[in-house]
């Protein structure tokens, strides 16, 4: 004997509502087999729970009532601003990838508990409508997040480039010039009695001066260089170009930056500029290289030195890792994943992963995308 229509429909409501626990278990099983960056780190992961949670909460009182029932989330601003830092530090497709597999999961469970129903049809379409309206707002709110987290980033980002900037400027050109003015000075205390002191002094000012004026134009070259002009490969020969030491670092590209969207590429560039110029700074190494491996779905970043090294933990304990930080952060923001390895008076590597949203071309790698660069 079939059942009546409302008590079908509660039977249906119950189970769903049963399967609460195996959806959340199967949604997270889907993150990973997916490779999301979302199961890796537990306070997002508990976020998205509850918020799926309450998506299954929806559909099991619309399955109740057999008619729509609003979602909390597009009238509570509370809610929305919870969806979307969950993941306001992650990039969007990250939210996109994971709302399309919430939606697949909850549907396939709608589709079991409606299976024999003698209104499925119009309840299955009512039950995608109102789960497709639920998960699209959090994940809305979930993009909207990472603009405002993205902004914020970009701030923060050239205030630290202009605080760098000034640092540079004070460090090695205002320094500089205050030593070669004393220089000077000296020169005209010593130029009457004591000639050759005197053409020393002056020596050693005007060097000072040189290196001065080094100092400026490679600040210029920086400040008019921002963005890689064309590619990461250009960019980073012309990066090289105005540093000293700069022919001490190989570098070589392989695969087709046609492969790599306009964000990535800029950023990358800048990851690995920064990775530079801690090797610059720091690690004293007469030879360096660098390795941007770039496929139609990933790009793979390897920066090697074989300089003094230094304790990794001991660097991030004593607060030594700002530049390591900035690139681990922008790392981050391309959903990517940065490894560090260093061995006192070996050497360290800096080993990127950064996955690649989908690319409209079709170029196959070709001779003229191999690039390398010999000291």
Known sequence: ?????????TSAAEYLDSRRAD???????????????????????????RQAGQVISVCVATLARGVPVPDRVASDPLELINAGRAVRHLHPIEALRASSLLFDVIMAEITKALDGHPDSEDLLGTLAHVLNRSVNQRAEAMMTGYDAFLYRRFKDGHLAERRRLAREIHDHISNSVSAALRGFELYEIYRDN???????????????????LCAMHSTIAELRMFNPPGTVASGLQTFLASVQNGDMV????????CWLPGEHREQIFVIIREGLRNIFAHSHATRATVRLDVTPHRARVVIEDEGVGFDVATALAQGRSH???????????????????SVPDVGTVIDLSIPLPPCECDHEDQPGNTMPRQS
Request: charged content about 25%; overall charge negative.
């Open 323 to 341: 530049g390591l930080a900035s690139m681990h952060e922008r790392t981050e923001l391309l959903c990517g994943r940065m490894r560090l390895a």
């Open 194 to 212: 004591a000639p050759t002191v005197a053409a020393d002094r002056f020596d050693q000012a005007r060097a000072v001066l040189l290196e001065a």
């Open 250 to 257: 190989d570098i070589r590209v392989t695969g087709n930056e």
């Open 1 to 9: 004997m079939p059942r009546s229509t409302g008590a079908a429909v």
């Open 23 to 49: 959806i959340l278990q199967a949604y997270r099983a889907g993150l990973w087999e997916i490779g999301s960056v979302l199961d890796s780190q537990e306070d997002t992961w508990q976020e998205l729970e």
